[in-house]
């Protein structure tokens, strides 16, 4: 009996779950800031971020008849965006270009979206600085930490959800969040 309901409960879960997919762009529109948001983070280009969003809507729109609903939409989501930046990293074509793009990125504007407009221009300063290390250190972190510590930190996941994007296993996904942590600590202190 007590088998009985969690199934059926499973089953409504996804049940609900591929009715999401229903209306589209409901969905586009409920998704698309967070996924630009880490494609941005991952890749600091705005025009690739832009293009992987799209791709990422278009693969999600073309698979939406073999989603199964095992796990949220979001989560699959990032899963296509996440396997968008390890293609995007792993092609070689344009390496040239992409040290360019990641060298000429604004990372001032990033300091700017710190809501707090009462503190001095001195404070802010500071911040976009701090901002600005962060940044920085974060880059030159390894794909698969950076991923980690951009679902972390940049979109508030929580260490089941970035396995779930990933398919990392947890104790994988604490792991990596443990050393880019230690490695972007490392950096900010080799600086002040």
Known sequence: MRMERSRAAGLAMAQNRTEELSDFDKLVQKYRPRIFRFLLAS??????????????FVRAFQGRHGFQGAAGVGTWLFQIAANLVRDHEACGRLKFWRRALRTSADVAELGNAIPDRQQSPEARALIQQQVE?????????????????????????????????????????????FRALQAVRARLEGIQ
């Open 43 to 56: 890749l600091r280009s705005p025009e690739t971020a832009e293009n992987l969003a799209q791709e990422c």
């Open 133 to 177: 290390a962060v940044w920085a250190a974060a880059a030159r972190l390894p794909q698969r930490q950076r991923t980690v510590f951009l679902l972390r930190f940049v979109e508030d996941m929580d260490l089941l959800e970035i396995a779930a994007v990933t398919g990392m296993k947890i104790g994988t996904v604490k792991t990596h969040l």
